[in-house]
C-alpha cells in the first residue's frame, strides 16, 4: 500500500502532502517506525541519543491571552499571578550550573511566560545581559514567538529589531513554543487571541535571517484534523527550506486537565491522544521533515514507556533534563516525577544507544553532570513543595 | 526494497526468511532477537506472523477476576500482593462471598470468571471443589478459568491423589480451564533467588501437561523486567514450546510486565517500553505452535498495548474488573477499561475487535449491545 512512498524514502526523494495524509492512514506502525528509522539512520549513522541538560524557568505566570488549552496561566489581576524576583531566577540558575558544569553555553534555561503587560523589553534585556554576564555556562533558550510578537507591541518596536535587541542583550536561541497547529482556522477554536500562523512564522523567519537557532513545535491531538497536521509540518518545512535555522522539532499531544477546552464537549471530544498517535505522528514527522536534523522523544507528557518507544521511530534525542517544568504538568501530566538522568540514561541505553549530552546547538559536551547536585536540587524542591 | 534493507542491517535477513517460509527459529534465533536493537524491525517480522494465524482480527473478553484469598506461604520477592498466614491483612473468601462477587455483576455480560489466589496452606481440599460449586452456581452460563499451576500442586498435596484424580474432581465442580500464571521465568538461578519455595520449572510444566491431558486447556505465561537474563527467557519459551508440541494444550502466551513498587525488589527499575514490546514480538515469532499471544493491557498501559497490536499481539485481554494483584502495587493503572474505550483502541490501531469467549469462539454479536458496566 505505501511500497512508492516507501521507495521515495529508499531514494531519499521529498515526501508530498498526500504521501503524509496516506502514511497517516496506514496502521502498520511497525512499517511506519522502520521507514522512519532509516532517515534517522542516514542522519544520524552513529548509535547514539543525545540529551540536554536543561532547567525550564516560567518566569510569570501573568497572561492576558487566556488560552483554553492552557492550565498554567493566570489573568492580570488574579492574587495566584507571579512574577519571580531576579534573585529567585538566579538562584535557579545557580543550582543548574552547580549540575551541568563550567563548559561555555553547555547549560540549557528555557525561561518563559505568560504575556505579562508590566514586562516590557527593557525587563528582558535587563534579566538577559545580568545573566549573560555572571553565567559564561548558561545558553539562553528563551521567550517564544508569542512573547516576542507581544513585547515588540508593547515596546512599539519592529519584529526585527525586537529580536536583535533582545539578542544583543543576551538571548541566544528561540523555543519553538506556542506553534500549537499552524492553521488560523484551529487557533481561532483553541485560543483566538494568539498570534496568527504567520506572525508565528515570522518570528523565526526573522531570527533565522538574525542568524539565530530556534526549534519548532506541534501540540496536537485537541480539534484539529490530520491535515491540519500535515499543514502545519508543511508551513515548518517551507520556512526550514530559507534559512534553515530549526535545529529540532519536539511534539506533544494536548493534556485537557484543568484547561478550558478539556472542559468543553462542544470543541473537544475528549478523547486524548494515545501513544499510537504519538508514534505515528513522530514518524511521520521524521520522514516528512527532510531538512530537520533532529526530533526530541516527549517524555513528559508521553511517559518512559512510550517516550523510549519513539527511539525507534525517528527520535535521535532525549530533550532536555528538565530540572524544572511547570506548564503542561499544569494541565495533568505527571510523568516529571517518574524521571531523571539516571532513568533517562537506562532507557537511552537500554534501547541500544550511547547516551551523550550536547548543548543546544547539538555539539557534544565533554562535562559529565553532577548527580549529586541534581539529588539537592530535587531534595529542595520536595522540600519547598511541602 | 526499503524494509529488506532494514532487515538486512539489522541482522534478521535470513531469520526473516525462515518466517517467510515458516520454519521453525532455533533458541540461537531467539538470542539475536533478544540483542537487536532495532525495535520496529522485529515488530515487523512479528506482525508476518501474526497477520498469517488472525488478519487484523482483534479478540478482546469480558471477564471478571476474582481473588478469592491474599494468604500465600510462598513469599515470592516480586509480589506485592501477598501477605503471610497469620498476617491481620489476610483474607478468605467463603465459597458464598466469592459467589456474591459474582453477582453483583449479574447485569453486565460477562463470559468469562478467572479466579486465582495465594496458597493458603489453611484451606481444605474441599474449600476448592465448594468454591467452584459456588461460582458456576452463581453465573452457570461463565465459563470458569481458575487456578495456577501453583494453586494446583497444593491444591493436589492436600487432595493426597494424582493429578489426573485432582483434575477429574474440579472439572466436576466446574472448573473449565486453567489460567497461565505462576510460570514466572524457567531457571533454577531466578527461582533460587525470587521464588524457591514454589513449584519449580519443570513442576510447572508436568501440571500443565497433565491439565491438558485431562481435558482442560490452559494459558502460559512469563513474567520478565526483573533478574532474569536473555538466555533464560529463551529457555522459558523453547521449554513452553516442546510442551506444546506434546499437548497441543496452551491457548495463549502472555508476557507478563514486572511491576517492582511494593515488592521485595523495588530497587529495580521494571521493564522498559522497548521490552515490553520486544517480549510481544519474539513470543510470537518463537511460539509458532501457540495459536494466541495476548498483551495484558493493566500491566503493560493500554498505550503499550495498543501498539503492541503491530508487534505480535492478536488478544487485547478484557475489560477486566477487580484485578487486586497489581492494583496493590501499581494504583495508576486503570482497573477496568469500559468497552468502548477498548473498541476504540482497537479500530484506531486499525485493527478489527471481536469478543471472543475463553476457548476464542466468537461471542454472537446480538450479546454484545450492552450499556457499559464502568
Same mark, same amino acid.
Given at each position: 500500500?505505501? !511500497?512508492? %512512498?516507501?521507495?521515495?524514502?529508499?531514494?531519499?526523494?521529498?515526501?508530498?502532502?498526500?504521501?503524509?495524509?496516506?502514511?497517516?492512514?496506514?496502521? *502498520?506502525?511497525?512499517?511506519?517506525?522502520?521507514?522512519?528509522?532509516?532517515?534517522?539512520?542516514?542522519?544520524?549513522? #552513529?548509535?547514539?541519543?543525545?540529551? *540536554?541538560?536543561?532547567?525550564?524557568?516560567?518566569?510569570?505566570?501573568?497572561?492576558?491571552?487566556?488560552?483554553?488549552?492552557?492550565?498554567?496561566?493566570?489573568?492580570?489581576?488574579?492574587?495566584?499571578?507571579? +512574577?519571580?524576583?531576579?534573585?529567585?531566577?538566579?538562584?535557579?540558575?545557580?543550582?543548574?550550573?552547580?549540575?551541568?558544569?563550567?563548559?561555555?553555553?553547555? *547549560?540549557?534555561?528555557?525561561? !518563559?511566560?505568560?504575556? *505579562?503587560?508590566?514586562?516590557?523589553?527593557?525587563?528582558?534585556?535587563?534579566?538577559?545581559?545580568?545573566?549573560?554576564?555572571?553565567?559564561?555556562?548558561?545558553?539562553?533558550?528563551?521567550?517564544?514567538?508569542?512573547?516576542? %510578537?507581544?513585547?515588540?507591541?508593547?515596546?512599539?518596536? @519592529?519584529?526585527?529589531?525586537?529580536?536583535?535587541?533582545?539578542?544583543? #542583550?543576551?538571548?541566544?536561541?528561540? @523555543?519553538?513554543?506556542?506553534?500549537?497547529?499552524?492553521?488560523?482556522?484551529?487557533?481561532?477554536?483553541?485560543?483566538?487571541?494568539?498570534?496568527?500562523?504567520?506572525?508565528?512564522?515570522?518570528?523565526?523567519?526573522?531570527?533565522?535571517?538574525?542568524?539565530?537557532? +530556534?526549534?519548532?513545535?506541534?501540540?496536537?491531538?485537541?480539534?484539529?484534523?490530520?491535515?491540519?497536521?500535515?499543514?502545519?509540518?508543511?508551513?515548518?518545512?517551507?520556512?526550514?527550506?530559507?534559512?534553515?535555522?530549526?535545529?529540532?522539532?519536539?511534539?506533544?499531544?494536548?493534556?485537557?486537565?484543568?484547561?478550558?477546552?478539556?472542559?468543553?464537549?462542544?470543541?473537544?471530544?475528549?478523547?486524548?491522544?494515545?501513544?499510537?498517535?504519538?508514534?505515528?505522528?513522530?514518524?511521520?514527522?521524521?520522514?516528512?521533515?527532510?531538512?530537520?536534523?533532529?526530533? !526530541?522523544?516527549?517524555?513528559? +507528557?508521553?511517559? @518512559?514507556?512510550?517516550? !523510549?518507544?519513539?527511539?525507534?521511530?525517528?527520535?535521535?534525542?532525549?530533550?532536555? +533534563?528538565?530540572?524544572?517544568?511547570?506548564?503542561?504538568?499544569?494541565?495533568?501530566?505527571?510523568?516529571?516525577?517518574?524521571?531523571?538522568?539516571?532513568?533517562?540514561?537506562?532507557?537511552?541505553?537500554?534501547?541500544?544507544?550511547?547516551?551523550?549530552?550536547?548543548?543546544?546547538?547539538?555539539?557534544?559536551?565533554?562535562?559529565?553532570?553532577?548527580?549529586?547536585?541534581?539529588?539537592?536540587?530535587?531534595?529542595?524542591?520536595?522540600?519547598?513543595?511541602? | 526494497?526499503?524494509?529488506?534493507?532494514?532487515?538486512?542491517?539489522?541482522?534478521?535477513?535470513?531469520?526473516?526468511?525462515?518466517?517467510?517460509?515458516?520454519?521453525?527459529?532455533?533458541?540461537?534465533?531467539?538470542?539475536?532477537? $533478544?540483542?537487536?536493537?532495532?525495535?520496529?524491525?522485529?515488530?515487523?517480522?512479528?506482525?508476518?506472523?501474526?497477520?498469517?494465524?488472525?488478519?487484523?482480527? &482483534?479478540?478482546?473478553?469480558?471477564?471478571?477476576?476474582?481473588?478469592?484469598?491474599?494468604?500465600?506461604?510462598?513469599?515470592?520477592?516480586?509480589?506485592?500482593?501477598?501477605?503471610?498466614?497469620?498476617?491481620?491483612?489476610?483474607?478468605?473468601?467463603?465459597?458464598?462471598?466469592?459467589?456474591?462477587?459474582?453477582?453483583?455483576?449479574?447485569?453486565?455480560?460477562?463470559?468469562?470468571?478467572?479466579?486465582?489466589?495465594?496458597?493458603?496452606?489453611?484451606?481444605?481440599?474441599?474449600? $476448592?471443589?465448594?468454591?467452584?460449586?459456588?461460582?458456576?452456581?452463581?453465573?452457570?452460563?461463565?465459563?470458569?478459568?481458575?487456578?495456577?499451576?501453583?494453586?494446583?500442586?497444593?491444591?493436589?498435596?492436600?487432595?493426597?491423589?494424582?493429578?489426573?484424580?485432582?483434575?477429574?474432581?474440579?472439572?466436576?465442580?466446574?472448573?473449565?480451564?486453567?489460567?497461565?500464571?505462576?510460570?514466572?521465568?524457567?531457571?533454577?538461578?531466578?527461582?533460587?533467588?525470587?521464588?524457591?519455595?514454589?513449584?519449580?520449572?519443570?513442576?510447572?510444566?508436568?501440571?500443565?501437561?497433565?491439565?491438558?491431558?485431562?481435558?482442560?486447556?490452559?494459558?502460559?505465561?512469563?513474567?520478565?523486567?526483573?533478574?532474569?537474563?536473555?538466555?533464560?527467557?529463551? $529457555?522459558?519459551?523453547?521449554?513452553?514450546?516442546?510442551?506444546?508440541?506434546?499437548?497441543?494444550?496452551?491457548?495463549? $502466551?502472555?508476557?507478563?510486565?514486572?511491576?517492582?513498587?511494593?515488592?521485595?525488589?523495588?530497587?529495580?527499575?521494571?521493564?522498559?517500553?522497548?521490552?515490553?514490546?520486544?517480549?510481544?514480538?519474539?513470543?510470537?515469532?518463537?511460539?509458532?505452535?501457540?495459536?494466541?499471544?495476548?498483551?495484558?493491557?493493566?500491566?503493560?498501559?493500554?498505550?503499550?498495548?495498543?501498539?503492541?497490536?503491530?508487534?505480535?499481539?492478536?488478544?487485547?485481554?478484557? &475489560?477486566?474488573?477487580?484485578?487486586?494483584?497489581?492494583?496493590?502495587?501499581?494504583?495508576?493503572?486503570?482497573?477496568?477499561? &469500559?468497552?468502548?474505550?477498548?473498541?476504540?483502541?482497537?479500530?484506531?490501531?486499525?485493527?478489527?475487535?471481536?469478543?471472543?469467549?475463553?476457548?476464542?469462539?466468537?461471542?454472537?454479536?446480538?450479546?454484545?449491545?450492552? &450499556?457499559?458496566?464502568?
Amino acid at each position: 500500500m505505501i !511500497q512508492d %512512498i516507501a521507495e521515495k524514502v529508499s531514494l531519499g526523494e521529498r515526501l508530498s502532502f498526500d504521501d503524509a495524509r496516506r502514511l497517516f492512514a496506514h496502521p *502498520n506502525v511497525a512499517e511506519l517506525g522502520m521507514l522512519a528509522n532509516a532517515v534517522r539512520r542516514r542522519k544520524h549513522p #552513529a548509535s547514539v541519543v543525545t540529551y *540536554n541538560v536543561g532547567r525550564n524557568i516560567n518566569y510569570t505566570n501573568v497572561c492576558w491571552v487566556k488560552c483554553d488549552f492552557c492550565a498554567f496561566y493566570r489573568a492580570p489581576g488574579s492574587d495566584e499571578g507571579y +512574577t519571580l524576583p531576579d534573585e529567585e531566577i538566579l538562584g535557579k540558575i545557580d543550582e543548574l550550573v552547580a549540575f551541568g558544569g563550567q563548559e561555555p553555553k553547555s *547549560n540549557e534555561i528555557l525561561m !518563559q511566560g505568560g504575556l *505579562n503587560p508590566k514586562l516590557r523589553l527593557d525587563y528582558y534585556e535587563r534579566l538577559f545581559s545580568t545573566i549573560r554576564e555572571h553565567y559564561p555556562s548558561v545558553q539562553q533558550h528563551c521567550l517564544s514567538a508569542t512573547e516576542i %510578537i507581544y513585547i515588540a507591541k508593547l515596546s512599539k518596536l @519592529p519584529l526585527a529589531e525586537t529580536i536583535e535587541r533582545l539578542r544583543d #542583550a543576551g538571548l541566544d536561541s528561540i @523555543p519553538g513554543a506556542g506553534a500549537e497547529i499552524l492553521n488560523d482556522d484551529v487557533r481561532d477554536v483553541i485560543g483566538f487571541r494568539k498570534d496568527r500562523t504567520q506572525e508565528w512564522l515570522d518570528v523565526h523567519r526573522i531570527a533565522h535571517g538574525l542568524g539565530m537557532r +530556534t526549534t519548532a513545535t506541534m501540540m496536537y491531538g485537541h480539534v484539529e484534523t490530520i491535515d491540519q497536521r500535515i499543514e502545519h509540518l508543511q508551513h515548518i518545512r517551507d520556512v526550514q527550506d530559507e534559512k534553515g535555522g530549526f535545529t529540532a522539532f519536539i511534539m506533544w499531544n494536548f493534556q485537557p486537565d484543568a484547561t478550558d477546552l478539556g472542559a468543553d464537549p462542544e470543541r473537544w471530544n475528549g478523547m486524548k491522544a494515545t501513544g499510537f498517535d504519538h508514534l505515528r505522528t513522530v514518524a511521520v514527522s521524521r520522514l516528512f521533515l527532510d531538512n530537520i536534523d533532529h526530533l !526530541q522523544a516527549s517524555w513528559v +507528557t508521553q511517559g @518512559p514507556k512510550i517516550a !523510549q518507544v519513539s527511539l525507534g521511530y525517528g527520535v535521535d534525542d532525549f530533550g532536555s +533534563t528538565m530540572l524544572e517544568e511547570n506548564v503542561v504538568s499544569a494541565a495533568g501530566t505527571s510523568h516529571m516525577s517518574d524521571m531523571d538522568l539516571t532513568h533517562m540514561l537506562r532507557l537511552i541505553e537500554d534501547a541500544g544507544y550511547e547516551a551523550r549530552r550536547r548543548n543546544t546547538r547539538y555539539e557534544m559536551v565533554a562535562t559529565a553532570p553532577q548527580l549529586d547536585a541534581l539529588h539537592n536540587v530535587k531534595a529542595q524542591a520536595q522540600a519547598a513543595a511541602s | 526494497m526499503i524494509f529488506d534493507q532494514q532487515l538486512e542491517r539489522a541482522g534478521l535477513t535470513d531469520i526473516h526468511k525462515k518466517v517467510v517460509d515458516g520454519q521453525r527459529l532455533s533458541a540461537d534465533d531467539g538470542l539475536r532477537l $533478544y540483542g537487536c536493537p532495532d525495535l520496529p524491525a522485529l515488530g515487523y517480522l512479528a506482525n508476518l506472523v501474526r497477520e498469517g494465524r488472525h488478519g487484523d482480527t &482483534t479478540y478482546y473478553v469480558r471477564n471478571q477476576h476474582v481473588n478469592y484469598t491474599n494468604v500465600c506461604n510462598k513469599l515470592c520477592k516480586f509480589c506485592s500482593f501477598y501477605v503471610k498466614p497469620k498476617d491481620d491483612r489476610g483474607y478468605v473468601l467463603e465459597p458464598e462471598q466469592a459467589a456474591a462477587r459474582v453477582r453483583e455483576y449479574a447485569d453486565v455480560p460477562i463470559t468469562e470468571i478467572h479466579m486465582v489466589g495465594g496458597v493458603n496452606p489453611k484451606l481444605p481440599y474441599q474449600y $476448592y471443589l465448594d468454591l467452584l460449586l459456588a461460582m458456576k452456581q452463581a453465573r452457570p452460563e461463565a465459563h470458569l478459568k481458575a487456578f495456577t499451576m501453583i494453586e494446583i500442586a497444593q491444591i493436589q498435596r492436600i487432595a493426597k491423589k494424582t493429578l489426573e484424580e485432582v483434575f477429574a474432581d474440579l472439572r466436576a465442580a466446574g472448573l473449565e480451564s486453567i489460567p497461565g500464571g505462576g510460570a514466572e521465568v524457567f531457571s533454577e538461578r531466578v527461582h533460587e533467588d525470587l521464588f524457591w519455595t514454589k513449584a519449580d520449572s519443570e513442576d510447572w510444566l508436568e501440571i500443565a501437561a497433565a491439565a491438558h491431558r485431562s481435558g482442560l486447556p490452559s494459558n502460559a505465561t512469563m513474567l520478565y523486567g526483573h533478574v532474569e537474563n536473555t538466555e533464560e527467557k529463551v $529457555y522459558h519459551l523453547t521449554r513452553l514450546r516442546e510442551v506444546q508440541d506434546e499437548t497441543g494444550g496452551f491457548l495463549t $502466551y502472555i508476557p507478563l510486565s514486572f511491576h517492582p513498587e511494593r515488592t521485595e525488589i523495588d530497587h529495580l527499575p521494571g521493564p522498559t517500553g522497548q521490552l515490553d514490546l520486544r517480549e510481544v514480538a519474539i513470543g510470537r515469532l518463537m511460539l509458532d505452535n501457540f495459536p494466541h499471544i495476548k498483551t495484558f493491557w493493566i500491566m503493560n498501559t493500554i498505550d503499550i498495548s495498543q501498539v503492541a497490536l503491530w508487534y505480535g499481539a492478536n488478544d487485547l485481554d478484557g &475489560t477486566v474488573m477487580d484485578y487486586e494483584i497489581t492494583r496493590k502495587n501499581f494504583e495508576a493503572t486503570q482497573q477496568r477499561l &469500559t468497552q468502548k474505550d477498548l473498541l476504540d483502541r482497537i479500530v484506531e490501531a486499525g485493527r478489527e475487535p471481536v469478543e471472543r469467549d475463553s476457548l476464542y469462539n466468537l461471542v454472537p454479536a446480538a450479546t454484545t449491545h450492552m &450499556t457499559d458496566a464502568a
